[in-house]
Nanobody, 129 residues
C-alpha cells in the first residue's frame, strides 16, 4: 500500500489549496482515510477524516473551511482548503486505515492518528499573512 500526497504550496491568507492523496494497493472506498498536519515544533494533529460509508469529521479549527472528499473510481482522497490562515501552515499527511469497512467504531477512532497504518510522505502548506 502506498499513499502519495500532493498539492501543497505557498498561498496568501484567505486563499485556497486542494491537496490530493493517491492510494495504490487499497480501494479507498473500503477504508477510512485521514488528513493530519504537523507544524514546526508541534505534534502531528488530526485535521479531517472520511469513513468508508462517507461520513466525515473535522477538527474544530477547520470546520467550515476545509472539506474532505473521495473519488472512489480513482482511489483518490482530497482536502479542499479555503479561507486559509497562517496558523494552517504545516506539513500535511494523508493516512489510510487497515480495517476493512470499519463501521462500528466511534468518532474518536477516526480522529486518532494511531488508527492509521499507512502514511503518505507529506506535502508542505505555507500560508503567508
Amino acid at each position: 500500500v502506498q499513499l502519495q500526497a500532493s498539492g501543497g504550496g505557498l498561498v496568501q491568507a484567505g486563499g485556497s489549496l486542494r491537496l490530493s492523496c493517491a492510494a495504490s494497493g487499497r480501494a479507498v472506498k473500503d477504508y477510512a482515510t485521514g488528513w493530519f498536519r504537523q507544524a514546526l515544533g508541534k505534534e502531528r494533529e488530526f485535521v479531517a477524516a472520511i469513513r468508508p460509508g462517507g461520513r466525515t469529521y473535522y477538527v474544530d479549527s477547520v470546520k467550515g473551511r476545509f472539506t474532505i472528499s473521495r473519488d472512489n473510481a480513482n482511489d483518490m482522497v482530497y482536502l479542499q482548503m479555503d479561507s486559509l490562515k497562517p496558523e494552517d501552515t504545516a506539513v500535511y499527511y494523508c493516512a489510510l486505515d487497515n480495517l476493512f469497512r470499519s463501521s462500528l467504531r466511534d468518532e474518536a477512532y477516526y480522529r486518532n492518528r494511531l488508527t492509521y497504518d499507512y502514511w503518505g510522505q507529506g506535502t508542505l502548506v505555507t500560508v503567508s499573512s
